[in-house]
């Protein structure tokens, strides 16, 4: 029995130490799922000085794709302000990893800059190195997030945790 419950602990320890989003040139997971209106912006850096490696404040937006859940059987409807998929009448089951290179079921991009009406079954943006990168409108438990990434010259995808967008009460 005590290793038993050892053995659960550990588990328990192993299991939550994976991060709450993880990116790389294949793939983006979000633990909890995925959802419609998430957003990647390619930016450029508009910093005289640009030694360090905090994401610029000085930035313009080069690209922008906005990610849709469409497709044959789908529907959504508005709960308190958050938008909910129903496949063939039944709650859509949202995926935790999307690929950027290959097509993913119920999933479909536009491009939003520039301006297109086209969808796209991958990623319409070309993840380069050295280049930052903002994830916005990623739904983490109830709540709106956004995760600003860099790929550096080696093609490492380096950022941090999710970030909350943080609303005033008044």
């Excluded at 958050?82 to 491009?111: C, G, Q």
């Amino acid at each position: 029995m005590k290793y038993l419950t050892l053995i659960i602990v550990v588990s328990t320890l192993v299991l939550s130490c994976q991060k709450n989003i993880e990116i790389d040139e294949n793939r983006l997971f979000i633990k909890g799922g995925i959802k419609s209106g998430l957003v990647i912006s390619k930016v450029k850096d508009n910093r005289f000085k640009k030694d360090n490696k905090s994401f610029p404040l000085l930035y313009s937006i080069i690209e922008k794709a906005r990610l849709k859940i469409n497709g044959e059987g789908i529907s959504a409807t508005y709960n308190y302000g958050e938008e909910e998929h129903f496949f063939n009448k039944k709650a859509f089951e949202y995926k935790s990893e999307l690929y950027f290179n290959i097509k993913n079921d119920f999933y479909e991009w536009t491009l939003e800059k520039p301006t297109s009406n086209k969808t796209y079954e991958k990623l319409p943006i070309n993840l380069e190195k050295e280049h930052w990168y903002i994830i916005h409108n990623i739904t983490f438990r109830g709540s709106n997030s956004y995760l600003r990434f860099y790929i550096n010259k080696n093609g490492e995808f380096e950022y941090d945790d999710l970030k909350y967008v943080m609303v005033s009460p008044i």
